[in-house]
């Protein structure tokens, strides 16, 4: 079974654009969630969808939003970039509501703003 | 809001030696626990989690772990550490409504020694 897939793999952007990352979950999960990596903040959440409803975001701001496709497709996008949104940006899938249900992760994004 | 603590944001072993890396979370509920690895350039693949029952986790990799809630602590070790074993693991919680956002702690670097 294919494993969580994510587009682009790298992105080089310069500050005020926007940018649009895609995640493609695992056949079978319905809920998706994205997390930004940075050296200096770790981990943390951004949000997570189900069912094309977001039912959880964390604490970034109004810039950074998503949405959820019907067939559990899931983008994110970020606008007028700026320097410190260079960072990892991960999806990850689970069966239904993460709670105890494992969230499996992709490869990242990385996402260079210049 | 839950958190997470990683003791250590490095440790080094020596290859065939015990590996304990600790973890504390703060919470006044059982909680959701996992252990995630990443690899330089990867995403974050699970290598354990706990969820009810019994306290101690086998996981993959010979890697375990141990719930312990008077101590609210959720150390991982293996008995011997390999080459492969190198790499940067991440204690996390679940949280929110649906436990669908996890917190992760800062991160250990593994350094394994020939």
């Known amino acids: 079974k294919a494993g969580v897939t994510q587009t682009p793999r790298y992105l080089i952007k310069t500050r005020g654009q926007q940018v649009t990352l895609s995640c493609s979950p695992i056949s079978g999960h319905r809920s998706v969630s994205w997390y930004q990596q940075t050296p200096g903040q770790g981990l943390q959440f951004l949000f997570e969808?189900?069912?094309?409803?977001?039912?959880n975001k964390g604490n970034f701001p109004g810039r950074f939003s998503g949405r959820q496709f019907s067939n559990s497709r899931s983008e994110m996008n970020v606008s007028t970039l700026e320097l410190g949104d260079s960072a990892l940006y991960l999806c990850?899938?689970?069966?239904?509501?993460?709670?105890?249900?494992?969230?499996?992760f992709g490869p990242g994004t990385r996402l260079t703003v210049l | 809001a839950q958190s997470v603590t990683q003791l250590g944001s490095h440790v080094s072993v020596s290859e065939g030696a015990l590996v304990l890396l600790r973890c504390n979370y703060s919470s006044s509920v059982p909680p959701y626990l996992f252990w995630y690895v990443q690899y330089p350039n990867q995403g974050l693949q699970l290598l354990l989690k706990?969820?009810?029952?019994?306290?101690l986790v086998k996981g993959i990799n010979g890697f375990e772990a141990e719930f312990k809630k008077s101590e609210t602590s959720f150390h991982l070790t293996k008995p011997s550490a390999h080459m492969s074993d190198a790499a940067e693991y991440f204690c996390?919680?679940?949280?929110?409504?649906?436990?669908?956002?996890?917190?992760f702690g800062a991160g250990t670097i593994l350094r394994v020694k020939s």
């Open positions: 706990y969820t009810t029952g019994a306290t």
């Open positions: 990850a899938s689970s069966w239904t509501s993460p709670g105890g249900d494992t969230q499996y």
């Open positions: 996390a919680v679940s949280e929110g409504e649906y436990g669908n956002k996890l917190v």
């Open positions: 969808y189900f069912s094309e409803t977001q039912r």
